[in-house]
């Protein structure tokens, strides 16, 4: 997930997404902090009503309404689903700019803006979503997290896990590496380029346009 951090934090220190969290508070009055109302929105990758994405446990909606009740009812939230405010790849670029104030997605799909991304969200052959949330936390992830998307103006923080994916579904079997040649297949990240070695037709593309 991404957010600009403001008004919580200032834009030019700000830095965000991937999977959630919230900035830190201006210092301002406490008084002045408890009369505040926040009203962001959030664009999201995913298609409308996806379980676990966009609604349920664990998803862009889940994450509003835990802010929504964790701050009493001062940090409201309006989720737009991929294609309802913004295309499922332009909510990154929109809160780098400010346009918005968050956007929840994977880290993978921003490979293209700075490589590093890809190691924040899932990594083949790498940790379990425990060890991976381990390492964020306490293993100093979330600060090399924050050092990545500094440049592009982005506070990220982890907010939700898709879970273990499995390979994908196929016309034919697949009997050895051979098969994999030609095949159009959509993978991101560092998987897509572990596909693309062995002549995979690798396709980045949202959930809702498969």
Known sequence: MSSTGSPLRSRRSAIKSGVAGVAGVLAVPAMAQAQQTYRWRMTTTWP????????????????????DKMSGGRIKIQIFAAGELLPAFEGFDAVSAGTVELNHGVSYFWSGKTFAAQYFATVPFGMSFLGHYAWLQFGGGNQLWEEVYKPLNVMPFAAGCSGVQMTGWFKKELKSLADLKGLKMRIPGLAGRIYAAHGVEVRQLPGGEI
């Open 48 to 67: 409308a009503g996806l379980p676990f994405y966009q609604v349920g446990p664990g998803s862009a909606q889940a994450f509003a309404e835990r802010c």
